[in-house]
């Protein structure tokens, strides 16, 4: 009788004060349906929460011995993957969120791409679902072309090479050769190391057979810290590497540059200010009305353009705060390194 060796798949996410996410996560992670060979580890980096989620995961570990709570004493995203990845067993490591709930076969489909293209780094379109109207208005605009720039991680058919994943997942000698995650970024980590897989001759692949569905921010305010921050620590990103991650992430820091220009300009020349707003606003019009169809809720019609105008408004904010500190040495402040949710 021929016995086949057992390979092992490690599961890593960072978390902090997630006590009312902590038991959902883990019945989702812990639910993966694996191919048969496959055994799953999940290890959650937990940084140092003091809301009641470090006794939670402690108490879920002791049940089930696949999971495993280890510390972040960095508390940021980026120091709790590289403390998972230090503890990680697996010949494959697969990255996920707290606030995102994966399909029972999401696993399994990453392996089955891995096996398929040969690629370095697999993972699936990012799926938003929204609560209560401003909730889902706001993943109505995130999934929406218009509002993204045609991001292909945003397309749930989408199948073939890209330029960042959603999440991810690798074999674990991508790491090897690569390093973790760069632990001078608080946010964009992920797209940091992907743009530094590309830059080496690595091969991201995503796959419209990878499901999960991501819960985003639920009011305006939490949208627009979150895209301050996203924002912030995209020029550290860039100098780093010299370019972007693409093009695309440029834009809002262009339109805040031409509102403030316009708005210098406005005692003298007002038309180019009233020129732009007057643009803006019909695309804004032109956006909601295209995220509202793709979402099919109508309903979301008249929350829409704020939606929109707090993805641009706040990422471009941020992106000329995060040069200006760059230009003058500054390191960032609690509001840029602070975890927002």
């Given amino acids: 009788m021929i016995k086949h060796s057992v390979q092992l798949v490690s599961v890593i996410a960072p978390c902090r004060n997630e006590r009312a996410a902590i038991d959902a996560f883990c019945a989702s992670a812990l639910a993966q349906q694996l191919p048969p060979g496959w055994q799953l580890e999940v290890l959650v980096a937990d940084g140092l929460s003091d809301d009641g989620t470090r006794q939670r995961l402690?108490?879920?570990?002791?049940?089930?011995?696949?999971?495993?709570?280890?510390?972040?004493?960095?508390?940021?995203?980026?120091?709790?993957?590289?403390?998972?990845?230090?503890?990680?067993?697996?010949?494959?490591?697969?990255?996920?969120d707290i606030h995102t709930e994966f399909a029972p076969d999401y696993i399994a489909e990453c392996l089955a791409a891995l096996a398929r293209t040969g690629a370095d780094n697999v993972g699936g379109p990012w799926v938003?679902?929204?609560?209560?109207?401003?909730?889902?208005?706001?993943?109505?605009?995130?999934?929406?072309?218009?509002?993204?720039?045609?991001?292909?991680?945003?397309?749930?058919a989408?199948?073939?090479?890209?330029?960042?994943?959603?999440?991810?997942?690798?074999?674990?000698?991508?790491?090897?050769?690569?390093?973790?995650?760069?632990?001078?970024?608080?946010?964009?980590?992920?797209?940091?190391?992907?743009?530094?897989?590309?830059?080496?001759?690595?091969?991201?692949?995503?796959?419209?057979?990878?499901?999960?569905?991501?819960?985003?921010?639920?009011?305006?305010?939490?949208?627009?810290?979150?895209?301050?921050?996203?924002?912030?620590?995209r020029p550290f990103v860039m100098r780093k590497h010299g370019q972007p991650g693409s093009l695309r992430q440029l834009v809002p820091a262009l339109f805040v540059a031409a509102l403030a220009g316009g708005a210098l300009l406005a005692p003298w020349w007002a038309w180019p200010l009233m020129l732009l707003l007057a643009s803006y606003a019909l695309y804004l019009a032109g956006a909601?009305?295209?995220?509202?169809?793709?979402?099919?809720?109508?309903?979301?019609?008249?929350?829409?353009?704020?939606?929109?105008?707090?993805y641009h408004l706040g990422y471009g904010v941020g992106t000329w705060r995060g040069l200006l500190d760059i230009l003058l040495r500054r390191r960032a402040g609690q509001q840029w390194s602070r975890l927002t949710r």
């Fill in 58 to 96: 402690a108490e879920r570990a002791a049940q089930d011995a696949r999971l495993a709570l280890i510390d972040n004493p960095g508390r940021i995203v980026s120091s709790g993957l590289n403390a998972a990845l230090a503890q990680a067993r697996g010949s494959v490591i697969v990255r996920f």
């Fill in 128 to 156: 938003a679902r929204g609560q209560g109207a401003m909730g889902r208005a706001i993943a109505a605009a995130f999934q929406c072309r218009w509002v993204v720039g045609g991001a292909r991680s945003r397309d749930l």
């Fill in 158 to 233: 989408y199948e073939g090479e890209a330029d960042t994943l959603y999440l991810g997942c690798w074999p674990r000698a991508v790491f090897e050769r690569f390093g973790g995650f760069d632990e001078q970024l608080v946010r964009n980590q992920d797209d940091e190391h992907n743009l530094r897989l590309r830059l080496h001759g690595a091969r991201l692949w995503q796959s419209a057979r990878i499901h999960s569905v991501y819960q985003p921010r639920a009011s305006l305010r939490q949208l627009f810290s979150q895209q301050l921050q996203y924002g912030y620590w």
């Fill in 288 to 310: 909601a009305l295209a995220a509202a169809r793709q979402a099919g809720e109508w309903g979301l019609l008249a929350r829409l353009p704020a939606v929109i105008a707090a």
